[in-house]
């Protein structure tokens, strides 16, 4: 009996090694949002990105549900704004990455846009894209942006295809290009003067001109001469044509900048 016991364990010693084989050969796990490092999360107090984050965060996941309430202390419950930022290693191949956002969300993988869905009104949808990705590091940046009621975010990804190859999705629009600490001044999630509300303006990104209102006077400034006004960038009340100089970066040799007031009143734009 000796013999035949030798020759089963050979066998048994065989069939593990070819399970060892095997479990070599076959593609690594689902990668997903949570699959290599943490997330770095700076919040603002205001829904554009704007100055300096009042609360800086690590998270491993990117799942949050704060309902009716807001991050953190230093975090207004509506009209704030958050950017994720991580690196992750990805093997070669397919993914499929998803965000859910009330309201908004945006995903950039090594400075390209896939998933942006500002200005869309489709707030809590599930959001997919296909990307390629070639096996190493990639930075991977998310924005996100509440407006009101309910505030949530979801991002994830997974695997669809080993190896795949092919030519990745065109970038769409960047979103702002704010980076985390960028001095600067911050505008307002809502303002309204006697030229209109521009708090749609703000939250779409249009120029004054689309919520101007004239209200009526005789010298009051007209559609044509907001038109020609250049973009808003620091939103909040001020004095037509009035000229306030900000700070515009963190670096103290910087000097301050002039930005000039709406003829709208409802915001500065570069002097």
């Known amino acids: 009996m000796r013999p035949a016991t030798k020759l089963t364990s050979f066998k048994l010693m065989i069939l593990v090694f070819l399970l060892a084989l095997l479990v070599m050969a076959l593609p ?14 700076y919040y603002y107090n205001n829904p554009n990105w704007s100055g300096n984050p009042v609360q800086i965060d690590s998270a491993q996941y990117i799942s949050f549900n704060w309902g009716l309430g807001s991050p953190g202390p230093n975090v207004p ?17 397919g993914y499929t990455f998803s965000a859910t956002a009330d309201d908004e969300v945006a995903l950039v993988i090594d400075g390209v846009t896939y998933i942006d869905t500002r200005g869309q009104g489709i707030s809590g949808k599930n959001v997919t894209a296909h990307v ?12 996100y942006r509440e407006f009101t009621q309910s505030a949530y975010i979801s991002v994830t990804w997974i695997i669809d295809k080993q190896g795949g190859g092919g030519t990745p999705p065109q970038p769409q629009p960047q979103p702002p290009s704010n980076q985390p600490y960028a001095c ?27 919520c101007f209102e004239s209200n009526g006077a005789w ?12 973009h808003i960038q620091v939103w909040m009340n ?9 700070t515009v970066s963190c670096d103290s040799s910087v000097p301050q900048k002039a930005f000039k007031c709406s003829k709208t009143e409802a915001g500065y734009f570069p002097n």
Do not use: K, L, R
Request: hydrophobic share 30%; proline share 7%; with cysteine.
């Open 132 to 143: 390629n990705m070639s096996q190493g590091n990639h930075q991977v940046t998310v924005y």
């Open 184 to 210: 600067g001044p911050t505008s307002q999630g809502s303002v309204q003067t006697q030229f209109g509300n521009y708090t749609p303006c703000i939250q779409s990104g249009q120029q004054q001109s689309a």
């Open 238 to 246: 001020c004095t037509s044509d009035s000229v306030t100089n900000f």
């Open 219 to 230: 010298n009051a400034p007209n559609i044509g001469s907001i038109e020609s006004e250049p």
């Open 77 to 93: 419950p509506d009209n704030f704004s958050a950017t994720f930022v991580g690196t992750f290693f990805f093997y070669a191949g």
């Open 28 to 41: 690594p796990a689902a990668a997903n949002a949570q699959s290599s490092t943490f997330w770095t999360a």
